[in-house]
């Protein structure tokens, strides 16, 4: 099993920034990879990024040149860095991670307990 530990998420004003961090631990081989979604009240979860063991990363056109995603490999931990904070990105934000548990073994996604960021004045 693994767990994921996510912290970071708070209020903040328009423009103003926070910084999300998961933490993965347990039985993992390796994170293929490693992501932040969100769920809006009323709406869908979505994608907002996501980054590859290689480094690849993906980013919602919404928050494209706002959001930063990081990973440090060794400590199984992702970092999203969020500037330029707008009300329309209130929703809570969670840790998805895609693990092999053995050289083998097959991914497995697991989702974080989600924390709440909310933009507002």
């Known amino acids: 099993q693994v767990q994921l530990v996510e912290s970071g998420g708070g209020l903040v004003q328009p423009g103003g920034s926070l910084r999300l961090s998961c933490a993965a631990s347990?039985?993992?081989?390796?994170?293929?990879?490693m992501g932040w979604y969100r769920q809006a009240p009323g709406k869908q979860r979505e994608l907002v990024a996501t980054?590859?063991?290689?480094?690849?990363?993906t980013y919602a056109d919404s928050v494209k040149g706002r959001f930063t995603i990081s990973r440090d490999i060794a400590k199984n931990t992702m970092i999203l860095q969020m500037n330029s904070l707008k009300p329309e990105d209130t929703a809570v934000y969670y840790c998805n991670t895609r693990v092999r548990a053995t050289l083998l073994g097959g991914p497995v996604d697991y989702w974080g307990q989600g924390t709440q960021v909310t933009v507002s004045s």
């Open positions: 347990g039985k993992i081989f390796s994170i293929p990879v």
């Open positions: 980054q590859t063991a290689a480094g690849s990363t």
